[in-house]
């Protein structure tokens, strides 16, 4: 079978729910043990386990073993390909922290280089300039790089219960658009420019019902809206709203390109900065210095466990 493409390699190994908070909580020093994860996330133990499992084979955890009350369980580390997928999580919480609205807030970025609370903005590491958004990038790609996305699931897909008391964890919506593999590479499609229904089922290979459903609910959430194109059947385009999740896009592919380009197809996806003409190299900044982050200059101010 034809392997799928880098980005179909990154869809697969992080395009489930359970997989992103478990990413989540590990890359806040949270969890790192069966029980972290089980108390945090309140995670049915068949599931957590079946997830750890998957995400070892996909060198996202690395076991360790340790020794307590004279037994010798493993811990879980994050994986130097796991740990570099940091920016994707700061840009979902950014995104969410706009446009999400929650009956508790998100907990606020701290950048200690500056001191300050803040926010983030994508910026072009190939030429500096930023903030880049989603109107400054274009796309090249060829034919059959979403293809072998939807492969036969691993494990039954479950649904977490109502976690709007967590402030930690992602809503429905935010969920529903890079926690499913068909809806991650639904919103791709309209990133890249396709907009009929017919070049999403074409270029996606996507069962009609399954396209329906998806486009229905982007709708509903207001990240995709129905335009008529003159003397041509409807399309889709990207609101506002789905123009501010390209962060969040831009890192995942920046992310599958570099980390899963020796096991995918040769089909590729590469996102161009308009300003300069060059790959863009994505870089989250500091909104109040303009400084670029890195994963060791900030943290988010958790309120201590209960």
Known sequence: MHRPSAVGQALLAVGDQWTLLILQRALLGRARRFADWRDDLHIAESVLASRLKEMVARDLLVPKSYTSNGRTRPEYMLSPRAIDLWPMFVAIWSWERTWVARPKPLPDLVHDT????????????????????????????????????????????????????????????????????????????????????????????????????????????????????????????????????????????DWANRWHASESSDAKLTIIHRGCGATLVPQLRCRKCGDVINREDIHFRLAPRA
């Not at 074409?202 to 329906?212: C, D, H, I, K, Y």
């Open 114 to 253: 500056c001191g300050k609370l803040t926010d983030v903005e994508l910026g072009c590491g190939a030429c500096g300039k930023w903030p880049t958004t989603g109107d400054d990038i274009q796309t090249a790609y060829d034919t059959g790089i979403f293809a072998q996305v939807a492969v036969p699931r691993l494990h039954r897909r479950t649904v977490r219960l109502d976690a709007s008391a967590d402030p930690l964890s992602y809503f429905p919506e935010t969920l529903a658009i890079i926690a499913d593999r068909w809806s991650t590479v639904v919103l791709a499609a309209a990133f890249v420019g396709v907009r009929r229904f017919a070049d999403f089922q074409e270029t996606l290979g996507v069962a009609p019902s399954v396209l329906s459903a998806r486009l229905r609910l982007f709708t509903q959430l207001g990240v995709l809206e129905a335009a008529d194109a003159a003397g041509e059947s409807r399309g889709y385009r990207l609101t506002p709203k789905g123009l501010a999740f390209s962060p969040t896009f831009v890192v995942l592919i």
